[in-house]
Structures are given as structure tokens and as C-alpha cells.
């Protein structure tokens, strides 16, 4: 490389220069990121490129080994990035933020050379040490539910455990911190807490690509599915993109531990190949190949199969454990996905060893309602009308959502409070709302809160598209909040009618109210008495 950088033309500014303090999208170890963009399809790649051989030249001029790297570029080859593992933070730093003025021309490879020498290396890169087992779960839907899930199948069986999930971290069943900890330092201060027998650690997509995973090594991770959601947000266009992120925690798990993986979802079921750890299929078809795929190299399957849960394992007759009917959790065996997600918890609880038996008592004493997974199909009802809250962020969680209500209603009506943030592609708004638009009766529950940009009538008008697109002939009145929405749909709903609720910001004042109005939690014993 020449002792001065390259020009950039103009139109090349470094967009990010960003430190992952652990596993991450890129590597198993801490990283370094260096991104640039240019309206100019190739010119970013470029940078990046450049800045790649800078960071090689770099290290060498220090008389340090070059790392290994990373090239990414977007789909419309406006932004492309370099990555590289660092042990020391400062070094590695300085040297990104070195590469990256190299690969721009606003400095000379002296220059940077001889002020990176007058650097202090810093300390190695040092994650928290687990004391205990950790499982880690992530995926784009069910992850909240299946982290409740398996700590609870834990606490049930007597153990002490530590969990992170986007309402906060407990320890012992108690919360002791409130607020979204899935990233970095939920993990740190759960692994941090004396004497528990297992950590569960919800891991978010944000916090791996903010700043990697909080600590180097699961024994058991799990991968509820990947699906459309948060695209176009830091860097994440693709699906295949947001797989590679969520893949991160599978990368890491222990090669004497287990990769429980949904095999429904394609993208999941790849990540088997990225994995030193033993497999443990998911599926709710009894005939996947994926079964025989996982027990031919000594793996487990976790099946729905006529109705039950199904542990299989080499060597061994499948085990029934329960009827997904008799779970609170499925809904009366109405709820697909928590199917799903029951068998996922099943097969994490199984990795590590808890008794079936437990497990079983786990799963039939975990209660679907507003204390023990709040915001997650919380069903509520009062002389024979229904009201259904989730959080239901993005296609899959609504086409769920309305799949239970569906059921659930019967030959009567099934009426909606539909919205989201405003962090979403205009296309992704679009098909929210021709799923939305298959209700008998729809509103658009506003949430001004969570615009992140966009405003509030476009916004709504991209629904009102949408849900005439599948048919609605209706006019979508757009309300102010969601406890506003829920209040309206009521008073037009009759008795056998369900009236669901995308609940993401006033959930607390929404369960308050219902409580207020007498609507009473529905036990499974009356949802199975409701399904026949």
C-alpha cells in the first residue's frame, strides 16, 4: 500500500466505527467493525477493501500478527464494511479508526504508524467467566416466551435461576432490574450473580450487532425461527443477513453442548453447519428429515406428533411427554407457534439434563397470562367476550395472533387493534395490514411514541392500503393509543366475539383496565371446554 490512502472521490464517508466487546454477527470473539457508504454502487466495497489492507499493513508495522477479516457489503452496494477480532480494545481501535482514514486519503500510512506506537496496547479482551450452564436463546419470534419457559421449567424442578428477557432480569423469580436487558450487560450481570444452577439468557439482535454476545461460551443455544422483521436497520437488509446475526449464538455453543434448532425455518436449520455442538432438531412434522438428519450423528429430535410433545434420541423409542392440548401455553393446542416454542423449551431442559418428569410438570404449570408472560397471547374474558393481548410485532407474530383468534371466535367475529413502530419498510407496514385486513372489524391502534421518523397519517394510510388489499371494505378508523382501540372495538363487539389488541406500549394500562372492567384471566380448562 502507498504511504498515502487512497482518495476517496468525494463521495466515501466511513458511516460507522464500531467496537463489539464480544461474539458477534462477524466472529466468535470481540471484534471491530469499520463501515463506509457511497451513493456510488462498488466505491464503498472499495473503501472497505482498502481499509481491509490498511488494517493488514498496520498490524504488521507494529510487529503484531494480522488479524483475520471480514467483508460484508449491502444488497444495493451502498454501504460495505471490514471486520477484524481484536484482543486488545484500544490497539484495535485505534487501528480501525487508523485503517479507515488510510482507506479515505485524509492520512499517511507514517502518520498513523507512528502515532498507533505511541498507543498503549490496553488489557486482553476478558468476557465474564460462567459459573454455571448458560442457555442462550434468540430468534425473531417466541423468543421472549421460550426464555420464560425454560426458566420456569427450571424453577419448577427446584433449581436457581438467573434470566434476562426484554422486561428484565430475574434471579430467583424475582426481577431485579426492569427494562429490556437482552444484550451485553443483561448477560454480564446475570453471570455475575452468586449461586444460581442455570442462566437463560434472552439475546436480542440489537445487542449482538451494538456489541456482541456478553460472554464467550453457551452450553445450550436455541433458535425459535427467522423471519421478516427490524430490516433496514443497522445493516441488516436481508434475511440472510439477520440469520448470520442470530446464528452468532449457535456459533458459540460448547462443542460438548446442544444446538437446539428449529428445522421448520430453513435459515435455523442451516445453522446446524455452522456448529461444532451436537444437534437437537425442532419440528412440528413427524415426518422431517431433519429427525433422522440430527439422531444419525447423535443428535435429539423434539416432535409434534399426533397431537403430543416428543422426545427422540438414538438407541431410544420416541418418549411421549405431554398432550400440547392440556398446555396453557398452546392454547388448548390452538396456538401453533407456542407449540413450536414448547418443544424448543422441552428440548433446551432435556440438554441439560432436567428429568422429564420435571419437564413435564414445567410445562403443564406454566400459566399463559399477563404475570407469567405478559403481552404474550394474554386472554382475557367477560360474559362469554374476548379479549386477546400480544405484542404481535411483525408478520409472523400476526398472523399467529389472528390464527388463535380465529379458532378461538368461531362462527363470531374476530376484531382488531392493529399498529407498530414506525421502524419498518413501507412494504413490511403493507403486508402487516393485509394480514390485519382478514379481521371482521379493524381500527389502527397509534402509537406516537414509537414513529422513529416516519409520520403519523402516511403511516396510516400505508395500512388502510394494505387491508384493502385483502379485501377489508370497511373504513379503519385510526384511534389514539392502544386502550382507546381496545374501548371501541368493545363496544361494537357481542358476546362470542374476540377482540385483539397489538399491544407494544400501553400493555400495563390495558391489563389495569381489563381488571377495572371485571374481565377475568382464561384458564386452560375453559379454552379446552371452548374448543370442544
Not at 70 to 90: C, I, K, M, N, Y
Amino acid at each position: 500500500m502507498p504511504d498515502r490512502g487512497q482518495p476517496d472521490e468525494g463521495g466515501t464517508e466511513l458511516l460507522e466505527l464500531r467496537v463489539l466487546d464480544g461474539p458477534n454477527r462477524f466472529f466468535t470473539r470481540p471484534a471491530v467493525k469499520v463501515e463506509f457508504t457511497d451513493a456510488d454502487p462498488g466505491r464503498a466495497a472499495e473503501a472497505a477493501q482498502r481499509a481491509g489492507d490498511a488494517v493488514r499493513e498496520l498490524y504488521e508495522a507494529l510487529d503484531l500478527r494480522p488479524p483475520r477479516l471480514a467483508h460484508r457489503q449491502s444488497v444495493d452496494g451502498t454501504r460495505a464494511l471490514v471486520a477484524f477480532p481484536w484482543r486488545r480494545r484500544a490497539i484495535s481501535q485505534s487501528i480501525g479508526a487508523a485503517a479507515a482514514r488510510l482507506a479515505l486519503g485524509r492520512s499517511t500510512k507514517r502518520r498513523e504508524v507512528a502515532a498507533l506506537r505511541a498507543t498503549a496496547l490496553g488489557p486482553l479482551a476478558a468476557l465474564p467467566r460462567a459459573e454455571v450452564p448458560i442457555i442462550a436463546i434468540t430468534g425473531t419470534n417466541g423468543k421472549s416466551t421460550t426464555t420464560r419457559l425454560i426458566a420456569h421449567l427450571f424453577a419448577a424442578a427446584g433449581k436457581r435461576v438467573g434470566m434476562t428477557n426484554s422486561d428484565g432480569i430475574y434471579v430467583d423469580g424475582r426481577l431485579v432490574e426492569a427494562g429490556d436487558w437482552t444484550g451485553f450487560g443483561g448477560a454480564g450481570r446475570v453471570l455475575a450473580e452468586p449461586g444460581l444452577d442455570v442462566a437463560v439468557l434472552e439475546t436480542a439482535r440489537g445487542g449482538i450487532l451494538l456489541r456482541g454476545i456478553g460472554y464467550e461460551r453457551n452450553d445450550v443455544s436455541v433458535v425459535t425461527n427467522v423471519s421478516a422483521d427490524h430490516l433496514g436497520l443497522q445493516g441488516i437488509d436481508t434475511l440472510e443477513e439477520l440469520a448470520e446475526t442470530k446464528g452468532a449464538v449457535v456459533r458459540i455453543t460448547k462443542r460438548d453442548g446442544w444446538a437446539v434448532l428449529n428445522a421448520d425455518d430453513a435459515r435455523v436449520w442451516k445453522m446446524r453447519r455452522e456448529t461444532k455442538a451436537r444437534w437437537y432438531a425442532v419440528t412440528m412434522d413427524p415426518t422431517s428429515p431433519a429427525i433422522e438428519e440430527a439422531i444419525d450423528r447423535a443428535g435429539r429430535a423434539a416432535v409434534y406428533e399426533d397431537g403430543w410433545l416428543v422426545l427422540r434420541g438414538a438407541g431410544r423409542r420416541g418418549a411421549k411427554l405431554v398432550a400440547a392440548a392440556e398446555l396453557p401455553v398452546t392454547f388448548a393446542g390452538m396456538s401453533a407457534y407456542n407449540i413450536a416454542n414448547a418443544l424448543s423449551a422441552a428440548a433446551a431442559a432435556d440438554a441439560l439434563g432436567l428429568p422429564r418428569r420435571a419437564i413435564v410438570a414445567g410445562l403443564r404449570t406454566f400459566a399463559q397470562d399477563a404475570a407469567a408472560n405478559p403481552g404474550r397471547m394474554n386472554l382475557f374474558e367477560r360474559r362469554g367476550t374476548f379479549v386477546l393481548v400480544d405484542f404481535a410485532h411483525n408478520e409472523a407474530g400476526l398472523s399467529g395472533l389472528m390464527e388463535v383468534s380465529r379458532a378461538l371466535a368461531g362462527r363470531h367475529r374476530v376484531r382488531l387493534a392493529m399498529g407498530t413502530a414506525g421502524d419498518r419498510s413501507d412494504e413490511i407496514l403493507h403486508r402487516l395490514a393485509e394480514i390485519g385486513g382478514t379481521a371482521d372489524d379493524l381500527v389502527i391502534c397509534e402509537k406516537p411514541h414509537y414513529l422513529r421518523g416516519r409520520e403519523l397519517e402516511p403511516m396510516n394510510e400505508i395500512f388502510r392500503a394494505g387491508a384493502r388489499a385483502a379485501g377489508y371494505a370497511g373504513t379503519v378508523q385510526a384511534l389514539p393509543g392502544e386502550l382507546a382501540a381496545l374501548r371501541t372495538l368493545l363496544e361494537r363487539a357481542r358476546k362470542g366475539d374476540v377482540v385483539a389488541v397489538m399491544s407494544h406500549v400501553e400493555r400495563r394500562d390495558i391489563f389495569a383496565w381489563l381488571e377495572e372492567e371485571r374481565f377475568s384471566p382464561v384458564p386452560v380448562e375453559r379454552l379446552q371446554q371452548l374448543v370442544g
